[in-house]
């Protein structure tokens, strides 16, 4: 993904939303982070992995979703930074064939504006 700034994303990313630094080449403003076994590649813009011309907010039309098991943990500390949440925690059943598959689920936009679901899988229903 890219950013606009590094540090301002590292801390997002590693401070507020508990990901690990798996690495990162400081000389090239490029970071490694992963939570669970979810994993971004963030770096700040340079002119050459652009497709087109950056804007707030980065990343529109694009929702990641990211599982993990601790999201009441995460929920609570994003909360606890004072980090604005753009849909607060809730349960939700989607129809996936003939089956509910459930999640407990949040967004939070990250400082570029990616969109970024945090879920947490409930199982099924007939």
């Known amino acids: 993904m890219s950013v606009s700034n590094i540090n301002k994303s590292l801390n997002f990313y590693l401070n507020i939303l508990l990901f690990n630094l798996e690495y990162e080449r400081k000389e090239n403003k490029f970071a490694f982070v992963s939570l669970n076994n979810s994993q971004i590649m963030i770096k700040e813009i340079n002119g050459r992995w652009e497709t087109g011309t950056l804007s707030y907010p980065f990343g529109r039309g694009i929702n990641f979703q990211i599982e993990i098991e601790n999201i009441d943990e995460l929920y609570q500390n994003i909360k606890k930074q004072d980090y604005p949440i753009k849909i607060e925690i809730q349960e939700n059943w989607y129809r ?14 990250d400082p570029d504006g990616y969109l970024l679901r945090f879920a947490k899988d409930l199982g099924e229903r007939k």
């Open 96 to 109: 996936v064939n003939n089956k509910l598959t459930g999640q407990k689920e949040f967004l939070v936009m």
